[in-house]
């Protein structure tokens, strides 16, 4: 099983940027590819971006595309999401995802809230 720990959510202002991190401890020998998700209120959880172990092929939704960037760091065992011009309706709790496809995933963290304020 592979644990995931995800740090970094706030407040942030509209305009703003977080970064977000997500470490990764267990079997980290079985990833192959980590995301993030996220989950607004009253809202389905929804794919935000993914990304193969060792960085190759970032893909995003449309919503993030330009705005966000996913990258990663092996010798840290950790995934990053860059958030530059965050708009109000990105408020939600971020997951990060361990082997995701663009609807679920094998193993997710505990989520972080992010609140982006107008």
């Known amino acids: 099983q592979v644990q995931l720990v995800e740090s970094g959510g706030g407040l942030v202002q509209a305009g703003g940027s977080l970064r977000l991190s997500c470490a990764a401890s267990?079997?980290?020998?079985?990833?192959?590819?980590m995301g993030w998700f996220r989950q607004a209120p009253g809202k389905e959880r929804e794919f935000v971006a993914r990304?193969?172990?060792?960085?190759?092929?970032?893909n995003y939704a449309e919503s993030v595309k330009g705005r966000f960037t996913i990258s990663t760091d092996n010798a840290r065992n950790t995934v990053y999401l860059q958030m530059n011009s965050l708009k109000p309706e990105d408020t939600a709790v971020y997951y990060c995802?361990?082997?995701?496809?663009?609807?679920?995933?094998?193993?997710w963290g505990q989520g972080t809230q992010v609140t982006v304020s107008s």
């Open positions: 995802a361990a082997n995701p496809t663009r609807a679920t995933a094998g193993s």
């Open positions: 990304i193969t172990w060792i960085g190759s092929a970032p």
């Open positions: 267990g079997r980290t020998p079985s990833i192959v590819m």
